[in-house]
């Protein structure tokens, strides 16, 4: 089994998770530098190297540019 670290949904496959990563509603994340917000699947391709995926930024790393929505909801709430 395979399971999104984000939601917890399980998948039977790698495939069927990589797939789930592109729309997953938990995995979103916000660039602190320009203000985008996207899925996580589009700021990796590995899994652990994050970068903001707008051409004209050079927002990088999980929790230095890039952060979780629900975890900046959370802070400014």
Partial sequence: MHTCRNCNQSFQTELALELHRDTCEDGQLLCEVCGERFQEGSATQDGWHYECPN??????????DLYRVDDVRAATH
């Fill in 55 to 64: 051409e004209d930024c050079d927002g990088d790393g999980l929790q230095e």
